[in-house]
């Protein structure tokens, strides 16, 4: 086996425990805080996008892990401060694909059904409908927003402690004894 060969062993190997070890520690936390706040498991995208991949390029190989963007905000978790526009846009689209989107435009309609029951008014009531599903996802986005102003999001470090269980050290030692020199292995945030 060439050296490039061993050293491609060594990063799918490492690439592979640490995505598998990433995607168990997260369903962990993300269980662990469902459960501390009255909620239920979910199958999360985070874990779903989870992936490495060995890259060649100029000389060298890399092995890449990625995992959607907002993996950091879940890691580190988040100070209550304001939402960005990019923020309630990514929220509200989050919303539509877990039901919240729905759940606000079915609770609206029941609140103007008993407004319209309740009403004084004579004659005939008027047939209403769901508000559109846009406008639901909107509001959605707008009300999330509105909780991440006033609360924080905990910090699951679901990554950044399974990176920092001494499996880096384990890989330095692998490259090492194919190379039988010192070598350089730097992590770094994309």
Known sequence: MSICNDIEKVLNDFGLKLVIDTKSNLK??????????????????????????IVYTNGSINLIVKMNDYWNVVDGGRNASNVSAEGQDKIAAWSATRGVAEKIRISDL?????????????????????MPFENAKKAAGFLIARSL???????????????????VDELYSALTEIFSTDINIEISKI
């Open 110 to 130: 029941q609140n103007r059904l008993q407004k319209q029951s309740l009403s004084k008014r004579k004659g005939k009531l008027k047939k209403l409908k769901k």
């Open 28 to 53: 962990k936390k993300l269980d662990e805080r469902a459960a501390r706040h009255g909620g239920k498991s979910v199958n999360s995208r985070l874990e779903q996008s989870v992936n490495s991949e």
């Open 149 to 167: 102003k006033k609360k924080n999001l905990e910090p699951t470090n679901f990554f950044s402690e399974v990176i920092k269980d001494g499996r």
